[in-house]
């Protein structure tokens, strides 16, 4: 299914003079139907959907063990499993290195990572470095597609004119250009890239058509933007609604604790209204590569054009407090129990963003860590998905044997709830437990957050 918008349109138009004319389509000699740029998070999960759809398919990674790993038929992501990799490799997929492969495409769709460069600011040098590898090899009829989340005017002010220069051609008349929001959720069983409705939005209205074709025969329903500055700030404001609300109820929970209110019963409480309000957790900080990182994307746009989210400010003080927050818990319940804090063990359950789910990117876990060692902690962590977690230059002492961590831990911080823990367990282990997600079922040793 296509939805539109009310204007039925999917361009703001080109901004450039010239009248565009109809693109044709790539010759039907070409050996592959999409070439994907970035084989990580969003880019393999894309892949696998379109090769379960019968499409010919080419990976195209910067890494040379990302790309022999596949080509063995083992997954490094999270949701794509070996099984699914060999499936692929059965149905002619191959992942590579050479950036050739671009030139027998008839779709390229660039799935690399964009994040933060030292001052919080974008960092699109991924996206900028894949343009100008797809812009040398780009032949007339292909459509070009950006699923990396960046600002408003991405696709149109920062790829377009990479594309164009690298090339030669023109976009809008010799290639088709679009941007697709990647809607990745790690771990999500229930929602997955064929059935999570995709926004798409082209460059002209021709080139919208273009990837609307593209992404229909695997993707349930599309969504139709009516320009691809539209569809980019779709993406930021997904993101932005979480990050906010996220910082709401955290403040909330730090109110709470001050006025001797159970938060976790507040939000059940709250929770229950079938309308007007959506439930948001309390917890360490937010991590990722989405969350804490959207938000600066929009903040840093609108700055650049004289505009202040005056709102987004105030939500990052909190978020970016709450790891603090969570080690002087931990500090102070080491003192409730007459434990001073040098050498003092403490053992974190859980380090990625999220449960089970094999990513540390901007984990708030880092950041209470390293809160704790300065303190003079002893701080290990046991994590069945992260075998090294390096905090402020040195890797941390891993847990293997939970029950005998446990054991010998003056205090445990959940900070992560992986589903390998057993809470009730926990509540009962006669060890001071600092639970940072409200779920231990409560014990005398059990502090919430």
């Known amino acids: 299914?296509?939805?539109?918008?009310?204007?039925?349109?999917?361009?703001?138009?080109?901004?450039?003079?010239?009248?565009?004319?109809?693109?044709?389509?790539?010759?039907?000699?070409?050996?592959?139907?999409?070439?994907?740029?970035?084989?990580?998070?969003?880019?393999?999960?894309?892949?696998?959907?379109?090769?379960?759809?019968?499409?010919?398919?080419?990976?195209?990674?910067?890494?040379?063990?990302?790309?022999?790993?596949?080509?063995?038929?083992?997954?490094?992501?999270?949701?794509?499993?070996?099984?699914?990799?060999?499936?692929?490799?059965?149905?002619?997929?191959?992942?590579?290195?050479?950036?050739?492969v671009v030139r027998d495409a008839r779709t390229v769709v660039i799935c690399v990572p964009t994040g933060l460069i030292a001052d919080g600011g974008p960092d699109l040098a991924q996206v900028e470095a894949a343009?100008?590898?797809?812009?040398?090899?780009?032949?007339?009829?292909?459509?070009?597609?950006?699923?990396?989340?960046?600002?408003?005017?991405?696709?149109?002010?920062?790829?377009?004119?990479?594309?164009?220069?690298?090339s030669g051609l023109v976009a809008g008349q010799d290639f088709f250009l679009a941007y697709s929001p990647q809607r990745i959720d790690p771990g999500n069983r229930e929602w997955g890239v064929e059935n999570t409705p995709k926004i798409v939005s082209g460059y002209?209205?021709?080139?919208?058509?273009?990837?609307?074709?593209?992404?229909?025969?695997f993707i349930?329903?599309?969504?139709?933007?009516?320009?691809?500055?539209?569809?980019?700030?779709?993406?930021?404001?997904?993101n932005t609604y979480r990050y906010v609300n996220i910082a709401l109820v955290d403040e909330v929970?730090?109110?709470?604790?001050?006025?001797?209110?159970?938060?976790?019963?507040?939000?059940?409480?709250?929770?229950?209204?079938?309308?007007?309000?959506?439930?948001?957790?309390?917890?360490p900080?937010?991590?990722?590569?989405?969350i804490p990182v959207d938000p600066r994307y929009l903040a840093t746009e609108a700055e650049r054009q004289g505009y202040s989210f005056r709102l987004l400010d105030a939500a990052r003080q909190v978020l970016d407090s709450m790891p603090g927050h969570v080690a002087q818990r931990a500090l102070g319940v080491l003192d409730d129990h007459g434990i001073e804090p040098e050498g003092a063990r403490v053992l974190l359950l859980g380090v990625t963003y999220k449960p089970d789910v094999a990513d540390i990117r901007e984990t708030p876990a880092r950041a209470v860590a390293a809160v704790l060692a300065e303190s003079g902690v002893q701080v290990s962590y046991h994590d069945p998905y992260v075998e090294h977690f390096r905090v402020g230059g040195?890797?941390?002492?891993?847990?293997?044997?939970?029950?005998?961590?446990?054991?010998?831990?003056?205090?445990?911080?959940?900070?992560?709830?992986?589903?390998?823990?057993?809470?009730?367990?926990?509540?009962?282990?006669?060890?001071?437990?600092?639970?940072?997600?409200?779920?231990?079922?409560?014990?005398?040793?059990?502090?919430?957050?």
Do not use: N
Request: net charge neutral; glycine share 12%; with cysteine.
């Open 1 to 100: 299914m296509v939805e539109s918008t009310q204007r039925g349109t999917a361009s703001s138009g080109p901004t450039s003079a010239h009248v565009p004319r109809q693109v044709s389509a790539p010759s039907e000699s070409r050996t592959a139907d999409l070439v994907v740029v970035g084989l990580g998070h969003v880019g393999l999960p894309l892949a696998r959907s379109a090769c379960a759809a019968g499409l010919r398919v080419r990976g195209l990674d910067v890494s040379d063990r990302v790309a022999s790993g596949l080509g063995a038929g083992r997954s490094h992501v999270g949701g794509v499993t070996d099984a699914e990799v060999t499936s692929m490799l059965a149905q002619d997929f191959r992942a590579g290195t050479d950036p050739e």
């Open 131 to 166: 343009a100008g590898e797809v812009a040398r090899r780009l032949t007339p009829g292909t459509l070009v597609v950006l699923e990396s989340t960046s600002y408003p005017g991405t696709t149109e002010q920062v790829v377009k004119p990479l594309l164009e220069k690298g």
């Open 394 to 449: 040195v890797t941390l002492p891993r847990a293997t044997d939970l029950d005998e961590a446990l054991e010998e831990a003056d205090l445990v911080v959940l900070l992560q709830l992986h589903t390998c823990y057993d809470l009730g367990a926990l509540g009962r282990r006669g060890r001071p437990l600092l639970d940072t997600r409200g779920t231990v079922v409560t014990g005398r040793f059990v502090t919430p957050l």
């Open 285 to 290: 900080g937010v991590g990722g590569h989405c």
């Open 204 to 217: 002209t209205t021709d080139c919208a058509r273009r990837a609307v074709a593209f992404y229909s025969p």
């Open 220 to 238: 349930r329903d599309v969504v139709l933007a009516k320009g691809t500055r539209e569809a980019e700030m779709a993406k930021l404001l997904e």
């Open 253 to 283: 929970a730090l109110y709470c604790r001050l006025s001797g209110i159970d938060v976790w019963d507040v939000l059940h409480c709250a929770g229950t209204k079938p309308f007007g309000f959506g439930r948001f957790a309390p917890g």
